[in-house]
């Protein structure tokens, strides 16, 4: 991947470079804020002098901000630092549960509608004063809501409206649910990116006995929603690809969706072979592992699930047990929404790290330059696999 360096600065910053963490992604921020204080310490050196560079090189790029509530749980916003003619980038993940604030004297953790809250607080704090307001939020508010099947709400693009009409000019986020809600906002920035490249890196580093053929490993689908992702998957490892299809009971309507009564399986043998399965995010972990199950049954071997989001809302406990039981060999997700210390201390799961990528983003961006070759993975994956010997 090819980043921005001494040699090949080609346009000025569209401003100095501000980056805002959320609360709860401090840990995320602070990575990303590391990688560019390394790398501008070498970067457009010779036009340091140039007026147009002033503050390229600083020791953080952080801006302090702070979310006080008052006792009602009513909140507000406060930047601490400027921001006038900043090219602002803010961080959020409105998953992380583990922060809380105080409401009539109880602790109450923050929901997604909490976060989301909150970021637009930031923004209204900002507006007028920032030169531009960019979101990077790995996984989007509400993506799961994108689409009207009966008298509901459209709550994925009534969100990416209200950011547009704050002034937000571009969305960055990973493996959208569904990248067709960008349709909400077309007059603006919206970057779907696939983690591919990282999961892929993942997998290979922590999985030293792996083969990547034909006749020792598959791509799986848990369903037909994410076939495209899997379809790309398995191109760039050069492997088959199989499906599961869910059949569901369109009679009864449990937790807002008609429930699924059985995974049906379509595609080649799985007997004997390596499995990964590929999906945007683990909620549950019910359905995966009923897919896992499945395989099992069909005679698969080791099982990896790779999903770009790990909430796990209903514990770690069903996944210890599919492990203890050689159902699942690892879980790969990224760091871009919160991880329990108890799931980092999970012996079956790999953490996939974001901050580097989205690092390259933003410095990227922060020149107005095409982001299309960060988009791009195919040579990356090409490259690591012939590295690792995984590929002639």
């Known amino acids: 991947m090819a980043r921005l360096t001494a040699e090949n600065v080609e346009t000025i910053p569209y401003g100095p470079l501000g980056i805002i963490a959320m ?13 560019l204080v390394k790398w501008r310490k070498g970067q457009a050196l010779e036009h340091q002098g140039s007026i147009a560079f002033y503050g390229y090189q600083r020791e953080s790029f952080l801006i302090d901000i702070s979310n006080p509530r008052f006792g009602s749980g009513e909140g507000k916003a406060v930047i601490n630092d400027s921001v006038r003619g900043y090219d602002l980038y803010i961080v959020t993940d409105c998953f992380n549960y583990s922060v809380e604030y ?8 923050k929901s997604p509608d909490d976060h989301f809250a909150d970021l637009k607080r930031v923004i209204s704090a900002a507006s007028s004063k ?46 959208a649910h569904d990248q067709r809600v960008q349709n909400s906002i077309p007059h603006k920035s919206f970057e779907n990116v696939m983690p591919t490249y990282q999961m892929i890196k993942a997998l290979v580093n922590s999985v030293e006995d792996l083969k990547i053929d034909k006749d020792s490993l598959m791509v799986i689908s848990p369903d037909e929603g994410a076939m495209n992702r899997c379809i790309f998957f398995a191109t760039q490892l050069g492997i088959n690809l199989g499906m599961f299809y869910k059949r569901r009971d369109y009679t009864k309507v449990v937790n807002g969706r008609n429930p699924i009564v059985e995974h049906q399986y379509l595609g080649d043998s799985v007997s004997g072979k390596d499995i990964i399965i590929v999906d945007d995010m683990i909620s549950s972990g019910e359905s995966m592992l009923e897919v896992a199950q499945k395989l099992k049954q069909l005679g698969a071997n080791r099982i990896f699930v790779c999903t770009t989001f790990g909430l796990f809302a209903n514990g770690l406990e069903v996944f210890d047990k599919a492990f203890e039981e050689g159902t699942i060999a690892k879980v790969f997700t990224t760091n871009g929404v919160y991880q329990t210390p108890e799931l980092l201390s999970r012996e079956w799961y790999e953490s996939v790290e974001l901050s580097k990528y989205i690092a390259y983003f933003l410095d990227t961006l922060n020149h107005d330059m095409s982001v299309s070759t960060i988009l791009d993975s195919s040579v990356r994956i090409d490259t690591l696999l012939r590295k690792k010997g995984l590929k002639a």
């Not at 609360?23 to 990688?35: F, H, V």
């Not at 030169?131 to 993506?143: A, D, F, T």
């Open 23 to 35: 609360p709860g992604c401090e840990t995320l921020a602070d990575k990303i804020d590391s990688y």
């Open 102 to 109: 105080n409401m009539y004297g109880m602790k109450v953790p």
């Open 130 to 175: 920032a030169k531009r307001i960019s979101v990077i939020m790995p996984m989007l508010y509400e993506g799961r809501q994108h689409k009207r099947s009966s008298r509901e709400s459209l709550d994925c693009a009534m969100a990416l409206q209200e950011l547009v009409n704050l002034g937000v000019e571009n969305i960055i986020t990973f493996d």
